[in-house]
């Protein structure tokens, strides 16, 4: 197995500013999303009979790490996730990612993502969805070589089964593309690319 060899050199300045705007964005946004929806079901209830929703859930991420490049190592762990339906088809997905298992050689990845996400198709079980998610990845590479920061663009797919009006399951593919990624000194910047397959189970605290 090859030792890597571009992966040497100096890591450019960290991006840790930027990093913690994303979270605490995040963080806040989900924090107004909370405090809005008991009011805003009311309204939807009485003038058109659709109400809002909030469930929040656990899951389990395995990706095609995307690093080192053009390799099949994978990547996996737990996570946790929120979405805000604010009619049938109309909402907002977020998620948050810490993967640490099957990383090459101590590899590891955190995830913060959140975007609009809308359901084509609104049936008392089986709802397919996309979501387009923007945020934070943050990469420490294997042999301790460093860590990244990177600003993230994440197209998802996918679909949820309610199994009951309170508890729900989904299975989702999604693919992320790491700007400026692996910011390197005088290496190129190919763009990262993890990809592959969370399952999650969800719970309704309000709405319908």
Request: net charge positive; with cysteine; glycine share 14%.
């Amino acid at each position: 197995m090859r030792r890597l060899m571009f992966l040497q050199g100096k890591k450019s300045c960290n991006t840790a500013l930027a990093w913690h705007g994303i979270v605490l964005g995040m963080a806040l946004l989900f924090d107004l999303i909370g405090g809005a929806v008991p009011a805003c079901a009311q309204v939807a209830a009485s003038s058109s009979g659709a109400g809002q929703s909030l469930w929040v859930g656990g899951e389990y991420t395995n990706l095609r790490a995307g690093f080192p490049y053009d390799s099949s190592y994978r990547i996996g762990g737990l996570g946790a996730y929120a979405n805000f339906n604010w009619n049938h088809h109309l909402g907002i997905q977020g998620e948050a990612a810490w993967l640490r298992f099957q990383g090459f050689e101590g590899e590891t990845e955190s995830d913060y993502l959140i975007g609009p996400r809308y359901t084509f198709l609104h049936s008392p079980k089986w709802r397919p969805y996309a979501s387009l998610e923007v945020g934070g990845v943050r990469m420490h590479y294997p042999f301790d070589i460093g860590n990244g920061s990177f600003f993230t663009l994440a197209p998802t797919g996918g679909v949820e089964y309610r199994l009951n009006t309170h508890w729900s399951t989904r299975i989702q593919y999604q693919y992320q593309y790491l700007f400026h990624s692996p910011n390197f000194t005088d290496e190129p910047q190919f763009g990262i690319r993890p990809s592959g397959v969370q399952i999650g189970v969800a719970y309704r605290l309000r709405g319908w």
